[in-house]
């Protein structure tokens, strides 16, 4: 029986977000998909996903926000394109990185859920085997858990999800597929929006993950 509390899923458009909203559909009568186009190399490409995705699980409670202050931060090779994508490491955190972006993105998302008065927050977090971003941490989501319940009203009793945290890839795949979710249209590329790449990390840990699924990976790639 589905819970009447109210959840708000942050769907990127990618393999672990559409997963996860795969999750929070099955386990609640009333979802919010909350998509961000930061100008990104791939904002187009994610954001046609996203809408896919949500067509595809019947969602229309859609809300899509655009903005280019993380563009002006910068820091980033997905948002400042004369940067060469991927080549680069600072504390053995890769370049594509984008500074405190999940931080942000849970907190715009909170002050939502706040809005409308959902419970729950779903973000695609993976920690154990992906890029090694800091804000996919699963103590960091314990921290903002807190921080989310200390700056809202008493009443507001939010709550943030990570359902995929600590699973591989693999895992992950396989939990797609138990759930129906609609892999083939996701997008995980970080540099083409037509063709996937092959060569980028986010490609290179996909392709990976789905050989060691032993499942093959629905969606076109270059190399």
Not at 175 to 197: D, E, V
Request: charged share 25%.
């Amino acid at each position: 029986m589905k819970s009447k509390k109210k959840a708000v899923v942050l769907l990127s458009g990618g393999m672990d977000s559409c997963i996860t909203a795969a999750e929070a559909v099955i386990k609640h009568s009333e979802v919010f998909f909350l998509h961000f186009s930061y100008r990104q190399r791939t904002e187009k490409r994610e954001l046609k996903a996203f809408n896919e995705i949500a067509k595809f699980f019947s969602v229309k409670n859609k809300i899509i926000l655009k903005s280019d202050f993380l563009k002006i931060i910068g820091g980033s090779s997905l948002t400042d394109f004369s940067k060469n994508l991927g080549k680069s490491r600072i504390d053995g955190i890769p370049d594509t990185y984008v500074p405190f972006r999940n931080g942000i993105f849970i907190s715009i998302a909170s002050a939502f859920a706040e809005s409308v008065g959902a419970e729950y927050i779903y973000i695609g977090a993976v920690w154990e085997d992906s890029s090694g971003y800091p804000d996919c941490r699963p103590e960091f989501y314990k921290a903002m858990n807190k921080a989310v319940n200390l700056g809202t009203r008493p009443s507001s009793k939010i709550k943030i999800i990570t359902p995929i945290i600590n699973l591989k890839k693999s895992e992950i795949i396989k939990k797609g597929i138990r759930l129906k979710a609609p892999l083939h249209l996701t997008w995980s590329c970080y540099q083409n929006s037509r063709i996937a790449c092959g060569k980028c990390e986010s490609c290179k840990l996909r392709l990976k993950a789905f050989k060691e699924a032993g499942i093959i990976d629905p969606i076109p790639y270059k190399k």
